[in-house]
C-alpha cells in the first residue's frame, strides 16, 4: 500500500462533502461563489471534497464545465483538504476525466454508478477496470447504487486493481450493506455510507467509517458532530443530530429525492449563500416548500 493510498484511505473515513454548482443569473457557473462556498466547507473543518458529485448536479454539466468544477476544487482545496474527483458516462469520457483530475493533482476518484440500461456484473467489473487502470498511481472508489452487484464482484475488481481502496455504498438497505462489506472483505476496503446522514448511523453499526453530504454545504458542524459521535460509538448522540436534520433530510428524499440538490440550495439561498437555481431535471421549490426549508436552516442557527 503507498502513502498515497494510505492518505486517500483516512480520507474517506470523514465525511466526504458532496458541494453544490452554484449558477450565476445568466446560467453559468458561478466561479466567485463557487470558491467562497468550498472556502466556507474548509474553513467548518471540511477535510474530504467530492467535486462532481450527485449533489453538484454531475449529470447535468457539460464536459467543460466538469473540468471547471475540479480545477476550482483542487485549487481552493490546496493542501487543506483531499479531493475525490465524480467521474462517469461513458468509458472514454470517464478515463478522460480521471486523468484530467491527476494532471491538477486530485488524490482520488469517484466512479459513478454506470448508467445504461443493461449493466451486467462483468461489465460492471469491466467498465471500473478500465478507470481505475488508467490512474494506477490514483485511489478509486466505486459508487455502488445497484442492490443486485454481489460483494464478490468487488473483491475481483480490487484483485487486479489495487488502487481500488474504497466504496461508496448507497443502497438503502443496512443489512444487504452488511453483507456486501463482508463479502467483498470488510478490512480491505474504506466503507463510505453514500446515502449521507440518516443513514450513517446504521451503516457504521455494520462497518462503515465515513459518510457522504450533501447537508454539510448548509450546516458543516452538524455533519462533524454526527461523525465524531459515530467514531466515539456515542449512538445517542448521533441520532440526536439525526433527529434535528430529519425533516430536512425528509425534504430531499421525498418523490425518489426529486428535490435531493434542490432543497440544499434552496438552504444556501436562504442564508444568502447562493442563487437558487438548479438545472432540469431539477426543478426549484414552491413557495411553500421555500419557507420550509428556510425555517430550518434558520432553526440550526447557523
Known amino acids: 500500500m503507498t502513502a498515497t493510498y494510505e492518505t486517500g484511505r483516512a480520507a474517506l473515513a470523514e465525511v466526504v462533502a458532496i458541494p453544490v454548482t452554484p449558477f450565476a443569473q445568466d446560467g453559468t457557473i458561478d466561479r466567485d461563489t463557487h470558491r467562497a462556498l468550498l472556502r466556507r466547507l474548509l474553513d467548518g473543518g471540511v477535510r474530504t471534497l467530492t467535486p462532481n458529485g450527485n449533489t453538484g448536479e454531475f449529470y447535468a454539466l457539460t464536459p467543460e464545465e466538469r473540468q471547471l468544477v475540479t480545477e476550482l476544487t483542487v485549487d481552493e482545496a490546496g493542501d487543506r483538504a483531499a479531493v475525490l474527483v465524480g467521474v462517469g458516462h461513458d468509458v472514454p469520457t470517464a478515463v478522460a476525466s480521471a486523468r484530467h483530475a491527476r494532471t491538477l493533482g486530485a488524490a482520488m476518484v469517484m466512479v459513478h454508478q454506470p448508467v445504461h440500461p443493461y449493466v451486467s456484473e462483468g461489465g460492471w467489473l469491466d467498465y471500473h477496470r478500465a478507470v481505475a487502470e488508467s490512474v494506477p498511481e490514483l485511489g478509486v472508489v466505486p459508487y455502488i447504487r445497484n442492490p443486485l452487484l454481489p460483494g464478490a464482484r468487488l473483491a475481483e475488481l480490487a484483485d487486479v486493481c489495487p488502487n481500488v481502496i474504497g466504496v461508496k455504498y448507497a ?17 480491505r476496503f474504506v466503507w463510505v455510507a453514500g446515502l449521507a446522514e440518516p443513514y450513517a448511523p446504521s451503516y457504521f453499526s455494520a462497518g462503515a467509517t465515513g459518510f457522504t453530504s450533501g447537508l454539510v454545504n448548509v450546516a458543516p458542524s452538524l455533519s462533524l458532530n454526527m461523525i465524531e459521535a459515530l467514531r466515539s460509538g456515542d449512538y445517542p448522540a448521533a ?5 434535528q436534520i430529519r425533516r430536512f433530510e425528509e ?7 426529486a428535490n435531493n440538490v434542490t432543497v440544499v440550495k434552496e438552504a444556501l439561498a436562504s442564508l444568502g449563500l447562493c442563487r437558487r437555481e438548479v438545472r432540469p431535471p431539477s426543478r426549484e421549490l414552491s413557495e411553500s416548500e421555500r419557507s420550509e426549508v428556510a425555517a430550518i436552516a434558520a432553526g440550526w442557527s447557523l
Open 251 to 257: 425534504l430531499r428524499a421525498a418523490d425518489a429525492s
Open 171 to 187: 443502497v438503502p438497505d443496512a443489512a444487504r450493506f452488511a453483507a456486501f462489506a463482508r463479502d467483498a472483505g470488510l478490512e
Open 239 to 243: 441520532m440526536k443530530v439525526w433527529e
